[in-house]
């Protein structure tokens, strides 16, 4: 088992492209670890860089108490499992996980404990006289997961796995991997654009956009309290709602967009945070599950939202109201089935004042 910990690593493409800058982040033993973010953010450039399948440009990358810079792959402890599963046509399920082993000089019993073993924690113990072509794509990936596990690594590393799998294998995934690591207790990073997973899978998430470290912290934590608007805009589904306007204080503190004649007072528990930030140009972001049709009893503070209802979206167990405000502002609501209304009807929806966020119009800070 082992610590990874990366300090100030950047990599820099031909001397001119910095796909990543300044990474600072520690990766407990045991701890499982998503980094996520948009395509091109530099997640997966982190993670070929800890395998050693990228030489960094600048910084360190420790592995248990060994820094690893300039230590080839194979000798960093770790295992990788990839995107499109890597496995060899030829071969059986057996000699797929085996034969790492195999050149690494096991004997041909440690080789079977340990093949048995993984396909057993796996369920693919009937499997393992098949070739590639006899499996599908969910057994594919449960192959790649062993041919992992039998190294017994100090870490995993997973470079966006369940891409190439439907959404309910995914889902059956997922699940899978996050109960593999309770069960082996070995540190793993994982590497998604999926924030769904990223949510559902990480002790702690890392967000990247454009090569640099936005937010490092548990799930609950990063959805909750967003460092700044893209953090707040990525994490979540559907994505917060975002509106421009200004920060008043007449009295008492509220966002206004005046063309609309919109204004929110902004709940005490909100004002008191903004004490000491200035009335000005801001961005207000409210998440759908904080717009309400009717006023929940548990809702202390709410204000009202004139809105024109443009689409009605049930999903099963809720329903996403699309809905366009005087100034064409187009927000999501999330409601309860039971609530349903027509679209193109005018409504008056309710925000939950002690809920919004605001951000700096122009560092998009949270303030």
């Known amino acids: 088992m082992a610590e990874v910990k990366l300090e100030n690593v950047s990599k820099v493409y031909d001397g001119k492209v910095t796909a990543v800058r300044d990474v600072n982040v520690t990766i407990n033993d045991k701890e499982f670890v998503v980094l996520v973010g948009p395509s091109g953010c530099g997640k997966s450039t982190v993670l070929r860089m800890i395998a050693g399948l990228e030489e960094i440009s600048a910084g360190n990358i420790t592995i248990g108490d060994r820094i690893v810079n300039d230590v080839p792959p ?34 041909k019993p440690e080789i079977d404990r340990r093949v048995r073993e993984a396909a057993k924690i796996l ?37 966006e796995p369940l891409s190439n799998l439907d ?32 949510m559902s899978m990480g002790d702690r998430i890392v967000v990247m ?20 608007k893209f953090v707040a805009g990525f994490i979540g589904s559907p994505t917060m709602n975002f509106l421009g306007g200004q920060l008043r204080r007449n009295g008492i503190l509220s966002f206004q967009q005046e063309g609309a004649g919109l204004a929110l007072p902004l709940a005490p528990v909100i004002a008191d945070r903004l004490k000491d930030v200035p009335a000005g140009p801001v961005t207000l972001g409210i998440r759908p599950e904080h717009i309400h049709l009717h006023r929940p009893a548990d809702v202390e503070s709410v204000a009202p939202i004139s809105a024109m209802i443009d689409v009605v979206e049930p999903v099963g167990n809720e329903i996403f109201i699309y809905f366009s405000t005087g100034s064409g502002v187009q927000f999501v609501a999330r409601i309860a089935t039971d609530h349903a209304p027509e679209v193109g009807k005018r409504c008056e929806l309710l925000v939950d004042t002690s809920r919004i966020h605001l951000f700096d119009h122009t560092t998009e800070r949270s303030l």
């Open 74 to 107: 194979k000798d960093r402890d770790i295992a990788m499992v990839f995107q499109n599963y890597a496995l060899y046509p030829h071969m059986t399920v057996y000699d797929n996980l085996a034969f790492g082993l195999k050149l690494r000089k096991y004997s």
């Open 209 to 228: 956009r454009d090569g640099v470290v936005q937010q490092v912290d548990t799930p609950l934590t990063i959805y909750h309290n967003p460092v700044n």
């Open 123 to 159: 369920a693919i113990e009937s499997y393992l006289d098949r070739k590639p072509k006899a499996l599908s794509g969910g057994q594919r990936q449960r192959v790649a997961l062993g041919r992992a596990i039998v190294r017994q690594p100090k870490v995993f590393l997973f470079d």
């Open 167 to 198: 959404a309910n294998l995914r889902v059956q995934m997922r699940t899978e991997i996050s109960r593999l690591h309770h069960r082996l207790q070995t540190t793993m990073i994982y590497v998604t654009h999926d924030q769904i997973e990223a």
